[in-house]
C-alpha cells in the first residue's frame, strides 16, 4: 500500500495568558505516525489530549513548532526545511463537528463552493458536486436550502463537499458528535461502508471508544500530547500495551502484580497465569490486564483446584439490558466481571470467578 501521510516529530504548544502568569503548554508532544491510501485511521483519546490540534496541523490551520508532515509524497510542513505550504494547496478535505454549512446557500452551493473558488468550469463543477452528493446519499436534493436539512443531511453536505475535490487525505474532526444517538449510529455505519470504498487516506478524530472501534482500520491512542499506541481495535482492546489503553478502553480489570522465576505473576489476589506469556516480560513489575467480559462466574461459589480460579462475594451489581455488570470482592480487591442478564446473581452472593488465561495481556509498571 502506497502512504498518502506521512506526520512525524509533530510538536505543538499553546501560550496561555491568566492575569499576570503565562503558562506555555505542550498540546503535541513528538507525534509520529503514517496512513495508506484507502486506510482509516482514527486518533482516539480524551478532550484536550491533542487530536484535534494534530488534525488541524494536518491541515495548516495551525503552525507547528517542529516536525515534519508529507502528504501524497509532498513536504507540506518542515521546520527545519522552512516548509509550509498553505491550506488550501495541501489536497485535504476537512469535516468539522459543527456543520459548517452556509445557511445562505443550497445544497449545490455548498458543495460546488471550494470547485468555483478554483474557476473550474462550470460541467465539470456540476458532474463532480452530483458525484458528490451520491456519495453520501444526497441525491435530488440540489435545491434544497442548506437550513431545511436535518442535521444528519448538514453533515453529508460537509461530508460531500470535502470530497467533491478529490482530496488525498479526509479529515474528520468528532463529525458524528452533534448529532442525537439514533442518527449518529446510522451515519456511523453509511461512513464506514463510504470510506471503505474510497482510495482515500483518513484520519477520523473521535473521544468515542465505540465510534472508533466501528469506523477504523488503525487507532492511535492519546493521551496529554502524546501518541501511546497504534493498532488495529482488536489488539488495542484485547493486547493494550500501555496502563492508560487498558483502562481507557472498555471495562478492563488491571491489577499489580510481578513475575517470579516460573513465569507465573503474584499478585493482590494471588497467583495468575498469564498464556501465552509475553516475551518482552519476563521479570519485574506489572500490571495484568484482563476484561470484564473474560471472566467466568460460578455462583454456585465452588472453585475448582485449576489456575486463576478465586473465591469472591459479589458487591454490587448493575443492570445493563443484555448483561448484568458485576462487582466482585477477590482478596480485598474489586474484580469488574460482566455476565449475561439471565443469570440472576445477588449482592452479597459468594462465587467463584475463574479468568482465562489466554484473555490476560501483561504491561510494565
Keep these: 500500500m502506497r502512504i498518502a501521510l506521512k506526520v512525524q516529530g509533530l510538536r505543538k504548544t499553546f501560550r496561555v495568558k491568566s492575569g499576570r502568569l503565562v503558562q506555555t503548554i505542550e498540546a503535541v508532544r513528538g507525534v509520529s505516525f503514517e496512513v495508506n491510501n484507502?486506510?482509516?485511521?482514527?486518533?482516539?483519546?480524551?478532550?484536550?489530549c491533542g487530536k484535534t490540534t494534530t488534525l488541524r496541523c494536518i491541515a495548516g490551520l495551525e503552525d507547528p513548532d517542529d516536525g515534519e508532515i508529507e502528504i501524497d509524497g509532498l513536504t507540506v510542513f518542515s521546520k527545519s526545511r522552512s516548509v509550509a505550504v498553505p491550506p488550501e494547496k495541501r489536497r485535504v478535505g476537512?469535516?468539522?463537528?459543527?456543520?459548517?454549512?452556509?445557511?445562505h446557500m443550497n445544497v449545490f452551493e455548498n458543495v460546488a463552493y471550494p470547485l468555483r473558488a478554483k474557476r473550474m468550469p462550470r460541467d465539470e463543477v456540476v458532474r463532480r458536486v452530483r458525484w458528490a452528493l451520491s456519495l453520501v446519499k444526497l441525491e435530488g436534493m440540489e435545491n434544497r436550502p442548506a437550513t431545511k436539512l436535518s442535521g444528519g443531511q448538514q453533515q453529508r453536505v460537509a461530508l460531500a463537499r470535502a470530497l467533491v475535490s478529490e482530496p488525498k487525505v479526509l479529515l474528520l474532526d468528532e463529525p458524528l458528535s452533534n448529532l442525537d444517538a439514533r442518527v449518529r449510529e446510522r451515519l456511523r455505519d453509511e461512513l464506514r461502508s463510504l470510506l471503505g470504498s474510497l482510495n482515500v487516506a483518513t484520519v477520523y478524530v473521535t473521544h468515542d471508544q465505540l465510534e472508533a472501534f466501528v469506523i477504523s482500520d488503525r487507532i492511535g491512542l492519546m493521551n496529554e500530547g502524546e501518541l501511546l499506541e497504534t493498532g488495529d481495535p482488536i489488539q488495542l482492546y484485547f493486547k493494550p500495551k500501555t496502563k492508560f489503553g487498558a483502562e481507557f478502553l472498555g471495562s478492563a480489570n488491571v491489577i499489580e502484580g510481578e513475575v517470579r522465576p516460573d513465569g507465573t505473576i503474584e499478585t493482590q489476589i494471588g497467583k495468575i497465569v498469564v498464556e501465552p506469556s509475553d516475551p518482552d516480560i519476563v521479570d519485574g513489575k506489572v500490571y495484568v490486564v484482563f476484561r470484564a467480559e473474560s471472566v467466568r462466574l460460578d455462583p454456585t461459589g465452588e472453585c475448582a483446584n485449576t489456575p486463576n480460579s478465586?473465591?469472591?462475594?459479589?458487591?454490587?451489581?448493575?443492570?445493563?439490558?443484555?448483561k448484568w455488570e458485576l462487582s466482585v470482592d477477590v482478596n480485598g480487591v474489586p474484580i469488574r466481571v460482566s455476565v449475561p442478564s439471565r443469570l440472576d446473581v445477588r449482592?452479597?452472593?459468594?462465587?467463584?470467578?475463574?479468568?482465562?488465561?489466554?484473555?490476560?495481556?501483561?504491561?510494565r509498571r
Design 38 to 48: 484507502g486506510e482509516v485511521f482514527t486518533l482516539l483519546g480524551p478532550s484536550g
Design 94 to 103: 476537512l469535516v468539522f463537528q459543527n456543520y459548517s454549512v452556509w445557511p
Design 310 to 322: 478465586f473465591k469472591g462475594i459479589v458487591l454490587e451489581r448493575k443492570f445493563l439490558g443484555d
Design 347 to 363: 449482592t452479597g452472593s459468594r462465587v467463584c470467578v475463574q479468568i482465562d488465561s489466554a484473555t490476560c495481556s501483561l504491561v
